[in-house]
């Protein structure tokens, strides 16, 4: 049972990070273990004012999940949130940069909700891109991550997509000038 509990969470974190769109966590209440662990692969997260984060594995002679969090928060703060074992509140996880957005407790849903839809009037194909760059760039030199980016970035400009993306945008701009006067 232990060992296929290990495999389900095994195959759940990797399908987040490797979904091709972006994952929003929204916290409510307590990320504890296993649930601090998923939380660390999601690409935004939004954390209500109640919301606590918490690795106590090492009190119970277990090892936590170590290297989401330190690609996230750095390897020294990500140290002393394993091996310590306190309990965080959303203000410190966000000040640390654990927690993108904090909210009160009856409208964080409601930000995780706008960054979502903020993420779907954007370019599949682009999202899709970005989200792998800011998976592998950390990771590489920096004249390869620039070769990469600018690869990457040369042939999204070059798709039909961006022209039709970029009207849309100066559209809607024109709209929201002509309603501010």
């Given at each position: ?73 750095g390897v020294p703060k990500a140290k002393e949130?394993v091996m310590l074992g306190e309990p965080m ?93």
């Open positions: 049972e232990i060992d296929d509990y290990f495999e389900s969470m095994k195959r759940y974190l990797k399908k987040i990070y490797s979904y091709p769109k972006p994952v929003i966590a929204a916290v409510g209440g307590i990320a504890l273990g296993g649930g601090f662990n998923i939380v660390t692969v999601c690409d935004l997260i939004v954390a209500s004012e109640s919301a606590i984060f918490c690795h106590p594995e090492l009190k119970f002679g277990l090892s936590p999940l170590f290297y989401p969090l330190s690609q996230i928060v949130i509140g959303a203000n410190e996880a966000e000040r640390i940069g654990l927690v993108n957005k904090v909210a009160p407790p009856e409208k964080f849903m409601q930000v995780a909700e706008k960054m979502a839809e903020t993420l779907s009037e954007r370019s599949v194909k682009a999202i899709e891109e970005l989200k792998n760059i800011c998976s592998v760039v950390p990771r590489m030199d920096k004249i390869a991550a620039l070769d990469m980016e600018l690869s990457i970035g040369g042939m999204l400009f070059a798709r039909d997509e961006r022209k039709i993306h970029m009207n849309e945008v100066l559209f809607l701009e024109k709209l929201r000038k002509k309603k501010q006067k």
